[in-house]
């Protein structure tokens, strides 16, 4: 089982850099048994198709991810520190592996079935992630008592993925891939949206 577990993550390992440079369309199995120098058959033997590959290497980003910033909640002095940091990587991960989250397939009108899958993952983590932080600030009265840590997180994780779809939409005239500047653009328009959620969270409302 060691062994299996060890040969799977080098085929994740290599996929991911091919996904890195050419994104999922333009990878195929032939490529990734190459860079690997084994068959395709092995290669198939761990994975049905590039598709599988695919998710599998989004699955392992996405707990790594997700599991320092879990830990970093915990020992956070304030939901803004959290933010803060969540934003940072966030950022690095789009200029490192844009290709990978498909920058330049979301101009599609309809999404892929690997795509909706992906987002649903990508958004179930999320909404945990950010649910967990609006519940520390309620608990250290940084926050609202009366938020609903879930349905608050839910709201916002739509309409993030809100803003990234439309500006997606935007890159379909003149995609260029290597343009870090536009996509740290995006990133200023998502921290000026999570900064303004935020502070609305921080009203306490008084009655007479």
């Not at 060890?6 to 290599?14: C, S």
């Not at 190459?34 to 598709?51: C, P, Q, W």
């Not at 803003?163 to 891939?177: A, H, M, N, T």
Request: net charge negative; charged share 30%; with cysteine.
């Amino acid at each position: 089982m060691a062994e299996q577990d060890q040969k799977r993550t080098l085929i994740l390992e290599a996929a991911l850099k091919r996904f890195k440079r050419f994104g999922l369309s333009k990878t195929t199995m032939e490529e990734i048994a190459r860079d690997l120098e084994i068959s395709k058959g092995s290669l198939y033997y761990y994975f049905s198709d590039k598709e599988s590959i695919y998710g599998a290497v989004i699955e392992r980003m996405i707990a790594d991810c997700f599991y320092d910033m879990s830990a970093y909640v915990e020992k956070a002095p304030s939901t803004t520190a959290i933010i803060d940091r969540y934003l940072e990587l966030k950022e690095k991960m789009l200029l490192e592996y844009h290709f990978l989250f498909g920058i330049n397939e979301w101009i599609r009108d309809i999404p892929t079935p690997r795509q909706r899958q992906t987002i649903e993952l990508l958004q179930q983590v999320e909404t945990a992630f950010l649910s967990a932080t609006i519940a520390k600030g309620v608990s250290t009265g940084e926050l609202c008592k009366d938020t609903d840590t879930e349905k608050t997180a839910e709201l916002l994780v739509n309409v993030l993925f809100g803003l990234w779809v439309i500006w997606c939409k935007w890159q379909e005239s003149g995609f260029d891939p290597d343009n870090k500047q536009a996509l740290r653009c995006f990133m200023d328009r998502e921290k000026q949206a999570l900064t303004i959620f935020f502070n609305g969270l921080r009203y306490q409302p008084t009655f007479n």
